[in-house]
């Protein structure tokens, strides 16, 4: 007689990190997400160019042609040259170069890399504040949550780029003067972060109200586990399905936001400009004929944008179980 999977008394036993990776894998590629993934191409080009996009800018000293910040390459005898397939175009610049002698190519590797660090650390912060009182406000209920979602809806009441302008001028007002270029990037991820919890605390706490009230939280319940534990190991896990739909659209909403405040001049500092400050910068030069300083780091920020939201409007339709 066969033994039971397992050895002796049907024990499974401890997979390694490599085959719990292969197990994970495989059944992800049998997974409904994936299946739906590649029924649909206008998904996978969205993927593979936020993909190209995300690893130029996370590699960006050994993608870029040159580091715009490395003074020893910048010449200013190269400046304001048009892109190599115009007349007077340099065949080392692809997209021609700054007012400063900067390759444009160059510049949007490491501008993307600003904008795309900051968008990310701000959804980080605003799915962690926003998930956090999303649930204390489900499960609490009460007084709590009422306080929550008045401030939620107050909050709503502003435009997220007037709120974002508000808490930035307000640490540029507090802060050293000195001071302000160094944190210049933090004081911009919880501007950006703090006007975007909202959206995360009303979906986990409508979500919350609803698990909340079924059989396994009660069992926890009864057999008395604490309720920090119940919310953390039993109703989170349940909940993150929508949220991680909101966290990828949200994700192109800071970075927009992010480029419009450093187009505006109070974002990151000049001298580590993003797709935003490149944009700013460009503008002054349309008129005079130099249209390619604004206009590519204007597209890329563009189809940087439209491709993460179409992720995000394939990964709500995914994981929507009436639409399966």
Do not use: C
């Amino acid at each position: 007689m066969a033994e039971p999977r397992g050895g002796i008394g049907g024990e499974v036993p401890d997979l390694s990190l490599w085959d719990r990776t292969i197990d994970a894998l495989v059944r992800a590629r049998h997974s409904d997400i994936w299946y739906s993934f590649k029924r649909s191409p206008v998904t996978m080009v969205a993927a593979a160019v936020t993909a190209v996009i995300i690893l130029s800018a996370v590699f960006a000293p050994w993608v870029a042609p040159y580091n715009p910040f490395d003074l020893a390459t910048i010449d200013l005898m190269d400046a304001s040259l048009p892109p190599s397939w115009m007349a007077d175009g340099d065949p080392r610049f692809l997209l021609g170069t700054d007012d400063q002698g900067r390759g444009i190519l160059s510049t949007i590797i490491f501008g993307a890399r600003i904008s795309l660090g900051v968008g990310f650390a701000s959804v980080v912060f605003a799915l962690i504040v926003g998930v956090g009182l999303g649930l204390i406000s489900g499960y609490v209920g009460g007084t709590v949550d009422a306080v929550i979602m008045r401030v939620a809806d107050i909050q709503l009441s502003f435009p997220a780029i007037l709120l974002a302008l508000l808490v930035d001028g307000v640490a540029r007002g507090v802060l050293p003067r000195e001071a302000h270029d160094e944190l210049a990037i933090y004081v911009l991820v919880f501007s950006i972060g703090i006007s975007g919890w909202v959206q995360y605390a009303r979906t986990v706490r409508g979500s919350t109200l609803v698990e909340k009230n079924k059989e396994y939280v009660q069992a926890a319940r009864v057999i008395g586990r604490p309720a920090i534990l119940i919310i953390l190991r039993h109703v989170l896990p349940n909940v993150m399905g929508p949220v991680m739909v909101i966290a990828t659209i949200h994700l192109a909403l800071a970075i927009i936001t992010e480029a419009t405040l450093s187009f505006l001049g109070v974002g990151v500092s000049p001298t580590e400009p993003s797709l935003g400050t490149l944009i700013n910068v460009g503008q002054d030069y349309l008129f005079s004929g130099e249209w390619w300083i604004a206009l590519f780091p204007g597209a890329v920020l563009a189809i940087l944008v439209l491709a993460v939201n179409l992720l995000g409007d394939w990964l709500r339709d995914a994981l929507n179980p009436k639409l399966r």
